[in-house]
């Protein structure tokens, strides 16, 4: 291991270069410990001054003879500790301890903490308006409380339908009131549908890999879940037709755009395969349109393609915030509506008032709009340091999504590669839950947005990326 000492000092340091090695072997811990314990001793002893700009973390891993992930984690844990802090496109600083006290350690908005990769969020807006401007609308809500805490009409007011029904044309689907359904949330849509469609011991097909939640309502309701082979541009409609003879599914379940996790988005032309195959077999498609909004040009939907044969569902939480509890389902007829109708009703009572009052003044104002914009940007600048930072061929993503499939490289199993990322204060999600059928790939989904920022974002995918360059015996040495 390369350390240097001199004058009896734990490091050495310069402020224009980052050029600081310090001793770890006298501290007889961990290296990645050492390394904070001596930033503490020359921020205390003066050695490190505030401002003083540390060296990257592969610079310094390079000269003390280190794995990269050791460093890392180390540089974490100082983070943590309020030692030290991130400036996008800048590096790294040792922070004022005065002022690390005040502020309970590190500094708002530029420290560069532990990342969880786990929650598939939309990016959180951060720009001073447009937040001044979501926050005075959940002031103005307080002018009509008492009517918010109060019962409703199940389904929305004519205000919230006219506004739902605006949201949806804004993705191409025109529909009608009669046809409209406001619910609390995607799931509660997806489990009324699901009830509609399907009896116990029915089979449902989707995705090979799919989002779980659907493998969780599934199985709440005794149905048979089957798979379907995919490839990068989604399902196989050959594979759906085969499937229809063999098993006679009720319904055919898919989130063809920005699927979660793959990220693939299924095409056009293969949309107009599945509806054909759908059309002959008498076969229900229950559209999870997640992420209708973020796409600026997405492919038409089921919905607009086959209104007759598709459930669809469009929740807000991915386009907007997943705290606002809300969907819009639209049924293939008038007449398919009244059974969910009282299905939702008696499973939920009614959508919150609150959340559907706030979504229709942001429909309504274009604030919501306006927060769309903001998370196709930043997802889009994100996904810009995705494709720097990690290898080529390691991953599938779409420029305007905001979570990446990785797939490992040989070597590299899905359990080893998420412990990896969890000793360094990352979090990212195994394979296993995604899948339908049979022996999970060695993959994991990787999620961009939330509180996270970019600097934060770019720290994670380096410790990341690293791995992935490298194998996982050196991976995994941190003493």
């Not at 293939?332 to 009614?350: D, H, K, N």
Request: charged share 20%.
């Amino acid at each position: 291991m390369k350390t240097t000492e001199r004058d009896g000092r734990s490091g050495l340091q310069n402020a224009v270069t980052g050029a600081w090695a310090p001793d770890l072997k006298q501290w007889g811990k961990p290296y990645y410990l050492a390394i904070v314990e001596a930033l503490a001793g020359d921020i205390r002893l003066g050695r490190l001054t505030p401002g003083t700009r540390l060296p990257t973390q592969r610079a310094l891993a390079e000269t003390l003879g280190l794995n990269f992930t050791t460093v890392s984690r180390g540089y974490v844990e100082a983070h943590k500790r309020g030692l030290i802090e991130g400036r996008v496109g800048q590096g790294t600083f040792v922070v004022d301890p005065a002022r690390s006290v005040r502020s309970g350690g590190g500094t708002s908005g530029a420290r560069v903490g532990p990342v969880d990769f786990t929650m598939n969020l939309p990016p959180e807006p951060d720009t001073p308006a447009l937040r001044a401007r979501m926050q005075a609308s959940f002031a103005e809500l307080s002018g009509d409380l008492a009517n918010l805490l109060r019962y409703q009409g199940f389904g929305g007011t004519d205000e919230d339908k006219v506004a739902a029904l605006r949201w949806l044309k804004g993705r191409g689907v025109d529909t009608t009131r009669e046809r409209l359904l406001i619910c609390p949330g995607a799931h509660s849509a997806l489990f009324s549908v699901l009830g509609q469609v399907a009896r116990r011991g029915d089979t449902i097909c989707a995705e090979q890999i799919t989002y779980p939640g659907i493998r969780a309502l599934a199985a709440h309701l005794g149905l048979r879940l089957i798979d379907l082979p995919m490839d990068r541009h989604g399902v196989d409609p050959d594979a759906f037709a085969a499937a229809c003879t063999k098993v006679a599914p009720k319904a055919i379940y898919l989130n063809p755009l920005l699927q979660n996790p793959t990220t693939a988005t299924l095409s056009r032309s293969r949309r107009e395969a599945i509806i054909a195959v759908a059309r002959r077999y008498a076969v229900s498609i229950i559209e999870d349109d997640a992420y209708a909004r973020i796409c600026p040009a997405p492919p038409p939907s089921f919905a607009e393609l086959a209104p007759e044969v598709t459930y669809y569902v469009a929740g807000v939480a991915k386009c907007l915030g997943a705290g606002l509890r809300l969907a819009f389902l639209v049924a293939p007829s008038a007449r398919a509506a009244l059974p969910l109708a009282g299905s939702l009703r008696a499973a939920t009572v009614m959508a919150s008032p609150v959340s559907t009052t706030l979504a229709t003044r942001w429909i309504m104002d274009g604030t919501a709009e306006a927060i769309v914009q903001f998370v196709r940007e930043e997802s889009a600048a994100r996904q810009r340091i995705v494709e720097a930072l990690l290898p080529a061929g390691t991953y599938t993503a779409d420029p305007h999504g905001f979570h990446v499939w990785i797939t490992l490289p040989e070597g590299w199993t899905r359990s080893a590669f998420a412990s990896q990322g969890r000793s360094a204060g990352l979090g990212v999600v195994a394979s296993d839950p995604f899948c339908v059928a049979g022996p999970p790939p060695e993959a994991v989904r990787l999620c961009l947005g939330g509180p996270a920022t970019r600097q934060q974002i770019t720290h994670g995918l380096e410790v990341l990326a690293h791995a992935l360059e490298g194998s996982p015996a050196l991976a995994s040495t941190y003493i």
